[in-house]
Structure formats: structure tokens, C-alpha cells
């Protein structure tokens, strides 16, 4: 596996051009102001030595000796082991509410934003155990198994946009029912489902749900996205952006249902949080799923990490040393 130990230190191989840039920039301005002075031929006969080949071959040298520089700071490395490590791990299913409420901008910039800033920092903070993503809105949808790949979880969560659901509405009892199966059928260890939406649900079989999670050991946290105030629901109509209307034509305001997410936690032992409490939310979710009962599970992890800073500052010093020994002069006088 190969990584940079330093990445920040590749930002100055930026400076090559820009030293080449300066480089010829000076040149120019030297040789305007020789012209000012002095006719060609009499520049000729003051600086008759000058190569612009070797100043240039200079030039280049340097640039590229302060580019190897930079890598060999950024010190590449490259795993030279493989192993299998047994650690323990809580699984964790994100369920992310995609329907057309959460488009509403009764918080900044809208539910469906925050909700999706929250789930990444969620999972930043949640790092050693494995994490799952489910969409949903009328329907759930399976959009990431269960993985220990926090960037692919962070890439599908910021990609979520309420067009991804098939049917619109807001159904707990499916995303439930989807983490259940989704979930390995075991009951050796505890798992958590971390619900994040307005709580615009409707449906009678959420209590249902929710008893079956239960009893397959399935911890409810639930995170109520939106203002008590509420806001209309904007909607593209026809590349025109309108309010949602009601059957008697009128816009039709979404409020968070406080009550219900709060209930849906409490029915399975879990916890309710707002979004405005979003970093006491993840340092308590954080705590409260290190209390569960762990699974052990294998990763695969490269270790023994072998540098190789050491070549690139080689060629670095044999480029700069080149650079200092090249004459800029031509060895006779061109006629």
C-alpha cells in the first residue's frame, strides 16, 4: 500500500513553474534593460560569454532539484506487510431521510444539507467501527453495506439528493425493516441504528419495526432535522422552483415531529437528539455506542511502512550539484 506521510509538503512542487516563471521574467527585464543602454552589438562586446542554453539548462535544474525536495519532505512510503488483525467493532447502520421535506430551509442552508454535514462528521468521529448507509424517503434503499471504507461512506452520504428515492414520503418501518436485514443475523453483539430526518412518518407499522429491532438487538438513535416553525417545501416544477401545495392548492409547511423521533429512540433503548446539538449529538452517540457489546471482526492492514525519502533527496542533490558546476559562460567567444 502506498502513501505520502506528509502530503502538505507536495503543495511546493507548485514552485517549480512558478521559480521557472521568475526565471524568465528576470531574463526579460535584464535584457530590456541592457537595450536601454546599449545597442545589440555593444551588448555583445560587454557580456560576450553568456550562454542562454547553459543559464537556461540552470534554470531547469534548480527548479526540478527544489521539486525532488519537496517529495522527499512529503517522505513516500510503501507497506511492505500485509496481516490480518482481529479487533472489535460495533456495526452501524447511518439511516439518512432523502424525501422532498427535507428540502426545506427552515435551517441553513436546508434539512437535507445539514443532515448530510452531520452524517460526515458522524462517521469521522466514528472511525475503528464498521458503517452502513441506508436511504430513505416511501421506500429505504441499501446504498452502502457494512464497510470499514470511511471515505466511500463520507463520497455516498455527500452525494445523497432527494431524486434518489423511487417513491416519495417519509417511512421509518422500511428503513428499520432494511437494517434488519442488512444487518449479519447474529446475536452475539449489539448494533445501532442512527436515524436522521424531519419525522414526517405516517405509516402504523413502525411500532412493529421498531419491537423487531429489538429483539434482534438493534440500538435506535434517532436525530430530528428541522425548526418547530417549519418552512414550505420548494420543488422544481418544469425548471422552475415552486412551493409543494396541499390538495386545496395551498403550500403545504413541513415541521419537525419532535415527538415521534423522540419516541422511536426511547421504544428501543436508544437515544433523541436535535440537530442543533450536533457536536454534544456525536460525542454522546459516540459514548453511548462504546458501551455496546463489540463483535470481533478481521481487518487486513498493511504495517511495516518502509520510506523512501531518501531517493528522490539523492536525485535532488545530484540535480542542484549539476546546477552549481555548469557554467553559464560558452567556452570561447562566439564571432
Known amino acids: 500500500m502506498f502513501k505520502i506521510e506528509y ?26 534593460q541592457l537595450r536601454r543602454y546599449a545597442d545589440h552589438h555593444l551588448v555583445k562586446r560587454l557580456a560576450p560569454y553568456t550562454s542562454r542554453i547553459a543559464v537556461w539548462t540552470k534554470i531547469i535544474l534548480f527548479s526540478l532539484g527544489i521539486g525532488f525536495i519537496a517529495i522527499a519532505l512529503a517522505n513516500p512510503q510503501y507497506g511492505g506487510r500485509k496481516e490480518k488483525v482481529m479487533t472489535k ?16 430551509e427552515d435551517i441553513s442552508p436546508s434539512r437535507l444539507e445539514r443532515a448530510k454535514r ?15 448507509l441506508i436511504l430513505f424517503a416511501g421506500n429505504a434503499y441499501l446504498q452502502m453495506p457494512l464497510t470499514a471504507d470511511y471515505a466511500a461512506s463520507e463520497l455516498f452520504v455527500n452525494s445523497a439528493n432527494v431524486n434518489q428515492a423511487g417513491t416519495q414520503g417519509t417511512s421509518f418501518a422500511e428503513a428499520i425493516k432494511l437494517a434488519r436485514d442488512a444487518f449479519e443475523p447474529d ?29 434482534d438487538g438493534i440500538v435506535i438513535f434517532t436525530i430530528a432535522v428541522g425548526s418547530q416553525e417549519g418552512a414550505f417545501i420548494p420543488v422544481v416544477n418544469r425548471g422552475r422552483e415552486e412551493f409543494k401545495l396541499d390538495e386545496s392548492g395551498q403550500p403545504v409547511r413541513s415541521i419537525v415531529n419532535i415527538e415521534f423521533m423522540a419516541d422511536v429512540a426511547e421504544a428501543s433503548g436508544g437515544r433523541f437528539y436535535t440537530i442543533e446539538q450536533e457536536k454534544a449529538a456525536i460525542d454522546d452517540i459516540k459514548l453511548q455506542i462504546a458501551q455496546l457489546k463489540k463483535k470481533e471482526v478481521e481487518q487486513r492492514s498493511f504495517t511495516d511502512f518502509n520510506s523512501y525519502f531518501q531517493y528522490f533527496l539523492l536525485v535532488a542533490f545530484i540535480l542542484l550539484l549539476l546546477e552549481f558546476i555548469l557554467p553559464s559562460r560558452k567556452l570561447k567567444r562566439e564571432e
Open 89 to 104: 467493532s460495533s456495526d452501524i447502520f447511518i439511516a439518512l431521510d432523502i424525501s422532498n421535506s427535507m428540502m426545506a
Open 187 to 215: 446475536t452475539d453483539h449489539q448494533k445501532a441504528l442512527i436515524i436522521i430526518s424531519d419525522g414526517e412518518d405516517h405509516e402504523e407499522e413502525v411500532e412493529a419495526a421498531i419491537s423487531d429491532a429489538k429483539e
Open 7 to 32: 502530503i502538505e509538503y507536495l503543495y511546493l512542487i507548485g514552485m517549480t513553474p512558478i521559480l521557472l516563471i521568475i526565471f524568465y521574467l528576470l531574463w526579460k527585464w535584464r535584457k530590456r
Open 118 to 132: 452531520f452524517s460526515t462528521r458522524l462517521i469521522r468521529s466514528l472511525r475503528g467501527d464498521r458503517i452502513g
